[in-house]
T-cell receptor, first 110, second 114 residues
């Protein structure tokens, strides 16, 4: 079955440092989505990537889809305390069934 | 647009009882998902609907779990003969169904089985 791994599992950074989480799939993907979940909250959609090698930016967040469409990354530049939460990737192999990754929990130290 | 609504938000039940959760998706969203999430884990896919048709479901739903979306609008998730391992947050999400459209999650229904 579909395997989706995210690394690292946890990341503590000082405010102002950069942060990157990686998502790896065992199969080629149709598209990938990224979500943020605050402690005690529900997942909030951030973005969807569809094309091989695609790069999208949202302010300090940069999302990239691998050339082989089997991996993706989320990079946050100059983290802020508001970036705290768990970041999940969710992958679709073409059936609109989204499988979530294991998540990366980010803590930002002020 | 009032968002995805789930109720009850919290449910405490005794082991062996049946529970039902309701999800009201955003109006005109024809795709609806159910996920389960435990502390420290990512959401686990349970099932999804395109209008009233249940297109795919995990093996979990072949036993004590069942989901319906009778008129293609709201959906219910029923758990029969609850077990302590069913304690989790049950999340509902909806989208318009077009590729690339945002998926909106509800705030979840927390289940505690005692």
């Amino acid at each position: 079955g579909q395997q989706v791994m995210q690394i690292p599992q946890y990341q503590h950074v000082q405010e102002g440092e950069d942060f990157t989480t990686y998502c790896n799939s065992s199969t080629t993907l149709s598209n990938i989505q990224w979500y943020k979940q605050r402690p005690g909250g529900h997942p909030v959609f951030l973005i969807q990537l569809v094309k091989s090698g695609e790069v999208k930016k949202q302010k300090r967040l940069t999302f990239q889809f691998g050339e082989a469409k089997k991996n993706s990354s989320l990079h946050i530049t100059a983290t802020q305390t508001t970036d705290v939460g768990t970041y999940f990737c969710a992958v679709d192999s073409g059936t609109y069934k989204y499988i979530f990754g294991t998540g990366t929990r980010l803590k930002v130290l002020a | 647009d009032t968002g995805v609504s789930q109720n009850p938000r919290h449910k405490i039940t005794k082991r062996g009882q049946n529970v039902t959760f309701r999800c009201d998706p955003i109006s005109e969203h024809n795709r609806l998902y159910w996920y389960r999430q435990t502390l420290g884990q990512g959401p686990e896919f349970l099932t999804y609907f395109q209008n009233e048709a249940q297109l795919e479901k995990s093996r979990l739903l072949s036993d004590r779990f069942s989901a319906e979306r009778p008129k293609g609008s709201f959906s219910t998730l029923e758990i029969q003969r609850t077990e302590q391992g069913d304690s989790a947050m049950y999340l509902c999400a909806s989208t318009t169904g077009s590729s690339g459209n945002t998926i909106y999650f509800g705030e979840g229904s927390w289940l505690t089985v005692v």
